[in-house]
């Protein structure tokens, strides 16, 4: 079946750079596309980045020139690179996956806390 298992969260500064993985074994393969979310209290989960199978990226409007995804298939992970982080980046990032005929995979995700 497979699992996203994220890594890499943690505690930056504002203006610091941080890295997330995603570990998609058994998933990758079988994913049309794999990407990033993010959630804060209160708020809907919204999209950071979306890579499909063949490298087609978007990139949410507001993190374009800040964020930027890329996967290693071999190695069946994802990466969310993040620089000039400021603190309303805060929030639990997910990984996402989308297989056709399936509900979409999600990881348990990982806590990015940006200080001013």
């Known amino acids: 079946q497979g699992q996203l298992v994220e890594s890499g969260g943690g505690l930056i500064k504002s203006g610091g750079s941080l890295s997330l993985s995603c570990a998609a074994s058994?998933?990758?393969?079988?994913?049309?596309?794999t990407g990033w979310y993010r959630q804060v209290p209160d708020k809907e989960r919204e999209l950071v980045a979306m890579?499909?199978?063949?490298?087609?990226?978007t990139i949410n409007d507001s993190m374009e020139g800040r964020f930027a995804i890329s996967k290693h298939d071999v190695g069946e992970t994802l990466y969310l690179h993040m620089f000039n982080l400021i603190p309303e980046d805060t929030a639990v990032y997910y990984c996402n996956a989308r297989i056709l005929g399936e509900s979409d995979s999600w990881g348990q995700g990982t806590q990015v806390t940006v200080l001013p």
């Open positions: 890579i499909t199978r063949s490298g087609r990226i």
């Open positions: 058994g998933i990758m393969g079988r994913a049309y596309a």
